[in-house]
């Protein structure tokens, strides 16, 4: 019983190809975000959803696209992909509120060769 | 804008003694802070917050940490420090809207 969960777990393509995260939540939380964490550990928000609303859109190329097609889902799809989006992606959620807490999902290792 | 810094990229500490791992943050009106743990790949997990109230709080595995209004702290905090404290700490911080900014982390070396 799982909280958040992410798949894959790794993710191996090349330059150019499109790819997909995806991400569940069971914790009935209103509020999901997608996270990058680069080779030096540091963790940058890129998108926030809330209701399957977008409320939080970082500066994030926009070959990246998230789809909410539920509050219970976040997916993340990368189009032509490139070396630099070669990291550790992170789904997590958290009731709506700044007073919450974030529960997060083991993570997606992309690597782009 | 909002922002963390968490000063130190490694903390080394032996079995037993006490651990301090430190944040300041820089946020308009009032704060919400987060610690967060990380082991080697692992997601991220929740250890304790700061909301209102008290300055000192308890959180999970033993860890507590107190928050300085003046001093726009909020250091992570433990008596006794175990081997399997080891990992990577995050501070976090949300302040006005919805965006949690996390601090670079720290790496916790807790030596037997």
């Known amino acids: 019983d799982t909280a958040v969960s992410q798949t894959p777990k790794y993710l191996v393509t090349q330059m150019g190809n499109d790819k997909s995260i995806k991400c569940e939540q069971n914790l009935g939380h209103d509020t999901m975000y997608w996270y990058k964490q680069d080779s030096k550990k540091f963790l940058k928000i890129m998108f926030s959803y809330n209701n399957k609303e977008l409320i939080i859109n970082e500066t994030v190329p926009n070959r990246f696209s998230p789809k909410s097609p539920d509050k219970a889902h976040l997916n993340l799809h990368i189009n032509s992909l490139e070396l630099g989006d070669s990291a550790v992606y992170f789904c997590?959620?958290?009731?709506?509120?700044?007073?919450?807490?974030?529960?997060f999902g083991p993570g997606t290792r992309l690597t782009v060769t | 804008a909002q922002s963390v810094a968490q000063p130190e990229d490694q903390v080394n500490v032996a079995e037993g003694n006490p651990l301090t791992v430190k944040c300041t943050y820089s946020v308009s009106g009032n704060p919400y802070l987060f610690w967060y743990v990380q082991y080697p790949n692992r997601g991220l997990q929740f250890l304790l917050k700061y909301i209102t109230g008290d300055n000192l709080v308890k959180g999970s595995y033993g860890f507590e940490a107190e928050f300085n209004k003046s001093q726009t702290s909020f250091h992570l905090k433990k008596p006794s420090a175990l081997v399997s404290d080891s990992a990577l700490y995050f501070c976090a911080v949300r302040g006005n809207g919805q965006n949690f900014v996390f601090g670079p982390g720290t790496r916790l070396s807790v030596l037997p």
């Open positions: 997590a959620s958290s009731p709506w509120g700044g007073a919450y807490e974030q529960y």
